[in-house]
């Protein structure tokens, strides 16, 4: 079963504090979104790409498609982005071939997923409908209130939560209508579906190299992480 994916890029970036959104960045000569292109042009399994950007990007990014994807293997469709992500993913929502079948959601400020976690994703959302990328915490955790530490949460159950997250257009439709009926945003896709499906959605164990670029920081990690693929 193949699988279509969403890929958003309609942000702002204003945490970046650059001066133009932050998947245009250069990370050592190549804008940030192409790097999670490539990924999915590279995997057999993707049929359809839905590269959700701003109106006044559009153009400016599908020159560096041309530019900068290696091999157009599968349909690439440019839809506009909404006002917050859960909106522009529900844009990409409208745009798949079909909602039978499998939907993947990734950010495109997360250059460095690869094709083995894209495969481990793509055979557990297979088995179970719902599958998300992610890696066990490393810090210590903390609840605070009014600058007082009020417990130490158990580490052992806690995971950062990365994408592409996995599950079935239908599924996804559903539970983002539910959350617009209420007005609600998640600040993922598996938040709504824990909150308005049935589903359990089931954690896959990505890579601690599956960064969001979110800070002007993360720009030097990421120089680091593309020196060391290449070296
Ligand atoms: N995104 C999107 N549409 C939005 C907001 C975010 O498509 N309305 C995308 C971003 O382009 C990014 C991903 O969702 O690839 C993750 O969001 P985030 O890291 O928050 O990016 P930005 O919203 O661009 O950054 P910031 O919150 O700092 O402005
Ligand atoms: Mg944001």
Redesign the pocket.
Known sequence: LDYEVI??????????GASR???LLHLIGKPV?SYSLNTFLNDPACKHIIL???EDEQVLLSAMIKKEAKKIRCPITIVS?????????YN?LNAVFSLKNIVMV?????PFVNLTQLKLLHQKVQETRAAILGVPVKDTIKRVTDGIVQETVPRETLWQIQ?PQAFYGEDLLAVHVCAQQEGYLGTDEASLIEKYSKLPVSMVLGSYENI????PEDMLIGEAIVKRKRS
Do not use: C, P, W
């Not at 990734?106 to 997360?110: C, F, T």
């Not at 969001?212 to 800070?215: E, G």
């Open positions: 890929l958003l890029a309609a942000g702002q970036g204003k945490r970046m959104n932050k998947i979104i959700v950007a701003q982005g909404g006002h917050e992500r859960q909106y522009s993913v990409g990734h950010d495109g400020a997360r994408t969001k670029l979110t800070t």
